[in-house]
């Protein structure tokens, strides 16, 4: 599990597995690059792991070495869990094709698919797997056919009898109520299609990048990490983090997530996301409150 994946993600990971007899072993970042460390993948023995999982872009916005460590994790005889923002996936290379065989398994946060931000939630989240894993999957699977007339139709293809038999031991038995915000993304999806998704990514990543090059402008702003980024990054700031934020919210602005309450050793930084939402003078005004 790599430090650098959502602090959340991995409080949950640490409070289900609490009761099973799985270990989770924290794979360090690089603090250079802000990237997992390759290093110390290549040092585990083979078949001394069952998964690794790796974000991208990671917590910090930096964009990983997929292709090298699907294929190491692979060599080892270990799945390879990947953690994708979906805008990201427009413009990056998508689970399935990482390394020489692809991730074996895909999940993500839905909420940048068109569902408002809404205080917090609701949100909706999206796993896939391998064909050979689907059973494994919980909840049901929909299909896609035709009826006698040529239209298209969408059936239950694979609901797990479980539900029904194992009932309290059935681990399929995950029910929400997601539906409308799946139904939301569904809609943005299709009205913005393969080319407007690819268009929002871009324009997140512009508007990073131009961020990123007034911020350096700046004298006792410095960006911490080096690797490529997408849409998010980390600042740190010689003023106190708090005065900023103060001053930020003065003007109505979201600085960014304090980073020292998860990353100790990350003091007096500040994680930013820019959106194809922003423009240029969002930016202007962001830079001017520091």
Known sequence: MPTNLHPHYRDVLQSILNYHTIELVEWQYDQPSGRVDLHQLQKINKDEFSAV?????????????IDSITTIAHEKNALLIAVVNPIAMSLLKPPGKWGKDGADIACGEGQSLGVPMAGGGPYFGFLCCRKKDIRQLPGRIVGRT????????????????????????????????????????????????GKGLQSVAKKCLENAEKLKKFLLEIKGVKIIFNAPTFHEFVIQCEKPIEQIIAVMKKNNIQAGLVLNNYYPELKNSLLVCVTETKTDRDLERFVACL
């Open 146 to 193: 035709t009826d006698a007339q040529g239209r298209a139709g969408f059936v239950l293809t694979l609901q797990a009898r479980e539900q029904h038999i194992r009932r309290a031991k059935a681990t399929s038995n995950i029910c929400t109520n997601q539906g409308l915000l799946v139904t939301a993304a569904t809609l943005y999806m299709r009205l913005l299609g």
């Open 53 to 65: 999982i790796l974000s991208q872009p990671n917590f910090f916005g930096c964009i990983e070495e």
